[in-house]
């Protein structure tokens, strides 16, 4: 009898002991799936060696909201943490203490983050079956502190309660968190890489996998920008070295590229024209080419006249030849340059023409003789046909005799002479 008492009691012991064995290993395997430490950082940027911070990512397709649970461990201050999520497509976008969403009822204060606590990521494009990256960003320092890829489940339950608290998870389903081990390759690009003093440059990120960057734009362990596509002005003259620094949670990246600034120089005149030759009046339109950023252009028409306008248009009113300068100057001084005979204005060809008003009519007769030569004549000879004369361009004259008669003009100018004759134009009757 007392030994099958004893036989019972062992088996009981061994049927206890193999319960708590199944409950330990499952314990263990629920604090292996569901939290993750991340490392606390101090106000002065270094790593506090402990105690840990246990939190949990969860992702739910159906509200299209990260929940964060702080599950164990130290506070966290959110002021001093960005929260940055990639998607396959490359889309991009960051969260901080100012758009987290604290629900009520897990009593968030402020910007400590406690054990119990949650936050709230609301809006979030998510698609199910995709992959997102997760960065956890100390901004004091730009370091990345945590990086993990959260997996949106493709079976999400829609959840009655969305809102999580201290003692409830939300309803979906999260794939284990995996870490990705992906240093950042820098590269960057300008849109000039040399110009005048002051000369501002804009700085284009090309990096992968970067999720900070450090700008050292004179290579002096200076760090002058932490943005992505910065702008920066140099004042000075000199080559400079421009260090862009990738960051990322597993190292960093640098890449080097020099712009070269340099003084602003004496400007150096240069001009063209359209035409440069034609009948007068030709007119002509001056374009200023100089290099140097002149401020003031001083041109000369080679007839006398000027203009100080940068880009002038001018009309030759008489034939020849014309020689053509342009002083352009700057706080740096005055550089002229001349074109000879540039500019060539030819006279159209002269042709002596008239009408005369009446033709016929009693005696006697008044006429009016009006000129209508091209060429530009400078001098006209009428023959009336009865003798008289006149050197007026536009002339009357009185005929006293019945017949017809016979009129001429003779144009002339510096080019030579034309005649035209209309045979009895005028019949006085």
């Not at 959840?159 to 968190?177: E, I, L």
């Not at 007068?280 to 100080?308: Q, R």
């Amino acid at each position: 009898m007392e030994s099958k008492k004893r036989r019972a009691f062992f088996q009981d012991c061994q049927a206890v002991s193999e319960v708590i064995g199944q409950m330990l290993v499952i314990g263990i395997v629920i604090i292996a799936v569901s939290t993750i430490a991340l490392s606390v950082f101090s106000e002065c940027g270094t790593m506090k060696p402990a105690p840990s911070t246990y939190i949990q990512e969860k992702i739910d397709t159906k509200t299209h909201c990260v929940y964060i649970t702080h599950s164990e461990g130290e506070d966290i201050n959110l002021s001093a943490i960005k929260i940055i999520l990639m998607f396959p497509n490359g889309h991009r976008d960051e969260f901080d203490n100012s758009n987290f969403d604290h629900p009520a009822s897990v009593g968030l204060d402020d910007n400590v983050f406690a054990v119990g606590d949650c936050i709230v990521i609301n809006d979030v494009n998510i698609t199910s079956g995709i992959d997102i990256e997760m960065f956890y960003v100390y901004t004091p320092s730009q370091l990345v502190i945590r990086h993990i890829v959260l997996h949106a489940p493709t079976n999400t339950t829609p959840s009655t309660n969305t809102t999580p608290s201290t003692n409830t998870t939300p309803s979906t389903d999260t794939t284990p968190s995996t870490e990705v081990n992906q240093k950042p390759i820098a590269n960057f690009a300008s849109n000039v890489t040399k110009g005048y003093v002051p000369l501002d440059v804009q700085f284009t990120d090309h990096s992968e996998n970067a999720i900070g960057w450090s700008w050292d734009f004179e290579n002096d362990g200076v760090i002058d920008s932490t943005e992505s596509n910065p702008v920066h002005e140099f004042t000075t003259v000199g080559p400079y070295i421009v260090n862009l620094t990738a960051i990322n949670k597993d190292g960093t990246n640098s890449k080097l590229a020099t712009i070269n600034v340099i003084a602003p120089q004496v400007p150096i005149a240069d001009f063209s024209a359209t035409p440069t030759s034609g009948t007068m009046p030709l007119n002509v339109a001056f374009t200023d080419a100089s290099v140097g950023t002149p401020t003031s252009w001083k041109w000369n028409f080679g007839d006398g006249k000027s203009s100080t306008q940068r880009n002038p248009s001018y009309v030759y009113q008489s034939g020849g030849t014309y020689t053509i300068s342009l002083t352009v100057a700057n706080n740096n001084g005055t550089n002229t340059t001349t074109k000879t005979n540039y500019i060539t204005v030819t006279n159209p060809p002269l042709v002596a023409n008239f009408f005369a008003t009446p033709t016929s009519g009693n005696n006697p007769l008044n006429v009016s003789f009006t000129d209508i030569s091209t060429g530009t004549p400078i001098s006209w000879t009428w023959n009336f046909g009865d003798g008289g004369t006149s050197t007026a361009q536009n002339p009357s004259h009185k005929y006293t005799g019945k017949k017809n008669y016979t009129v001429s003009l003779t144009v002339a100018n510096n080019n030579g002479t034309n005649t035209t004759t209309k045979t009895n134009y005028i019949i006085v009757s």
